[in-house]
């Protein structure tokens, strides 16, 4: 075969190749991964997190703004602790609340933050206060059945 | 009677290990000669053409069926629980992470990596390679590493070109045929499929792959006794060691990169 | 020429694990001659030649090429020996992924930085030298037999070798490509000023062409001399070769456990 040929071939399929991963990164995946180094973390204890997984979104208004970094346990005062990781872009007041929601009846898990009114931002190793756990399903209907759904909300 | 089989289970053993002490050296060996493949890197190009191209249209094929096959089988699960916005997220996650290196590389090992094995084995049974070394060519510099290489880069385009084609795929099947809505179907893939997490590791995959098919298609070429039985022997264990290997290995990376998921 | 002998063989002894090949052979090639070197099939001609290129060591004794002897030599060094021989292969040994010019060039290309139109006229000439310049374009599998090991011998003495070796250079040819490639190979030899050794078991068209002959039974050296000698020889091996005859001191049966024994005749029979 010739060679020019061969080499005309084998530049297409490296830039075909190319194309499909960056089509990988930009389309499929969300370039936008937030990195050490330009975000900050903050922490919010729950007394449930249902289904919440590390890596689940952290949204605001909808908007992708960070993601959960670490869920553990703490032992000190029975509640999870769980560390978020925000984007520097998004400076968030003092008073912001944290709360896990539910996309969909049995989407995924992820933290809905929403903006207080303090002028004071929130900074890198500071807690969310004002928190709301989880609904868990379960207990939602069992409520219901005991017909004091309208209370249903915890917390 | 026992004690022959406990015997012969030794000694089947003891050949295994000693293959793979082989295999080990051999592939020493290429890593030690790789200057020429880069420095001469026509070499290299001239066998992706072989591994690389020759194998498009097997691999963008096979990928967009298997897309039109998740989208198909991922809106019936899906639609059962009312979730067929999930179907971008079902579709992406599985070829990114699993299918599409996996199937590519079992691909990849039975379309160029039998190939290979049966081309160095023929090249040994025809003196080809004697020749060379009697030419002052060393055969590991000019004929095994260039197409090592060349498997290795061809590997994770191929695996990205499977994923992307499988996406389509999904993408043709659930929205334009089944009608879920365009924009859920990406804006959910988008924000559940992770650079690093997902595709980063899916790449790394591949290229893991891709060394250990090319490892062991050139080594068992290498091996191959000279003879025509001896070749075709080569060539099917070439494709049942690699395919194994490449489950085998994609167990221990998925098990060390999503540990941490579960 | 420093050294009158190119090739000296000493008291060299191989064996393929248990299986000893060579036992105590001594040879010598002059510069400028064809030796052959003759003997049954499975006689350790072959490892022979294997020794003098280095492919493999032998176990005791010496083989000196050019002066240097290859046990002692890197791989460096033993590369940069190569480069001064050629070898012919048994089928040829064509790269069957290239084209007859680029199986000449081969050598040219990875020994040299020549510009390609250097290397096109070097290549050319060599092979005009085997009558084969009109099938440049070809690839192996397009020649015959015949055309193939011309071209192999092209592509050995491409490097313009002191010592080219054949690996059973007439096997499985026809009586007219026999005779060309007699005729070529003392015809490379005397023009080139190369040494030859073959290897073979055909011994009407060697004996027209070399200088001297050895003969090589069981691992050693049984009979040498010039063409005219072996013709003479009354030696019963040597007798028996020349004049192919079945039967002599080289016994048609492998050796084997009397037959009467193997069949089981002399037993009851259960």
Known sequence: MNKTI?????????????????????????????????????????????GLKTRAPVKSAGVVVGRVADVRFDNEVYEAAVTLRLDKRYAFPKDTSAAIM??????????????????????????????????VLESLIGKFLYGNAQEGAPK | MLKESIARLGNRTLQGVGRIGFAVRFFVAIMLHSGTAFRRFGLTIREMYFSGVQSLVIILVSGL??????????????????????????????????????????????RAGSAITAEIGLMKATEQLSAMEMMAVDPIARVVAPRFWAGVISMPLLAALFSAMGIFGGYLVGVQLIGVDEGSFWSQMQSAVDFEQDILNGVIKSVVFGIAITTIALFEGYDAPPTAEGVSGATTRTVVTSS?????LDFVLTAFMFRGLS | MQHDNLVEIEDVAFDYGARPVLKGINLTAKRGQVIAIMGSSGCGKTTLLRLIGGQIKP???????????????????LYRLRRKMGMLFQFGALF?????????????????????????????????????????????????????RRVALARAIALDPQLVMYDEPFAGLDP????????????LTDTLGLTSILVTHDVHESLKIVDYVYFVSE???????????????????????????????????????????????GRQSA
């Open chain 1, 6 to 50: 061969l080499d005309l071939w084998v530049g297409l399929f490296v830039i075909v190749g190319i194309a499909a991963l960056l089509f990988l990164t930009l389309k499929v995946g969300s370039m936008n991964t937030v990195t050490n180094s330009d975000s900050y973390e903050v922490v919010a204890r729950f007394e449930n997190i249902g």
């Open chain 1, 102 to 135: 539910t996309s969909g009846l049995l989407g995924e898990q992820y933290i809905g933050l929403e903006a207080g009114g303090d002028s004071v931002k929130l900074k890198d190793k500071d807690r969310i206060m004002i928190t709301q756990d989880a609904v």
């Open chain 2, 65 to 110: 069926f298997v897309g039109m096959v998740l989208g198909l089988q991922g809106y019936e699960t899906l639609q059962t629980y009312g979730s067929e916005d999930a179907l971008g997220i079902l579709v992406a996650m599985s070829l990114v992470r699993e299918l599409g290196p996996v199937v590519a590389a079992l691909l990849f090992a039975s």
């Open chain 2, 244 to 248: 194994l290997t490449v489950l085998a």
């Open chain 3, 59 to 77: 176990r005791q004794g010496t083989v000196r090429v050019a002066g240097e002897s290859l046990g002692e030599l890197n791989q460096a060094g």
């Open chain 3, 96 to 148: 069957t992924d290239m084209t007859v010019f680029d199986n000449v060039a081969f050598q040219l290309r990875e020994h040299s930085d020549l510009p390609e139109d250097a290397i096109r006229d070097m290549v050319l000439m060599k092979l005009h030298a085997v009558g084969l310049r009109g099938a440049a374009h070809l690839m192996p599998a397009e020649l015959s037999g015949g055309m193939a």
């Open chain 3, 176 to 187: 007219i490509s026999l005779g060309i490639t007699g005729n070529l190979i003392r015809r």
């Open chain 3, 219 to 265: 691992g050693v050296i049984v009979a040498e001399g010039t063409a005219d000698d072996i013709r003479a020889s009354d030696l019963p091996y040597v007798h028996q070769f020349v004049h192919g005859e079945a039967e002599g001191p080289v016994t048609f049966h492998y050796p084997a456990a009397p037959y009467v024994e193997d069949l089981r005749l």
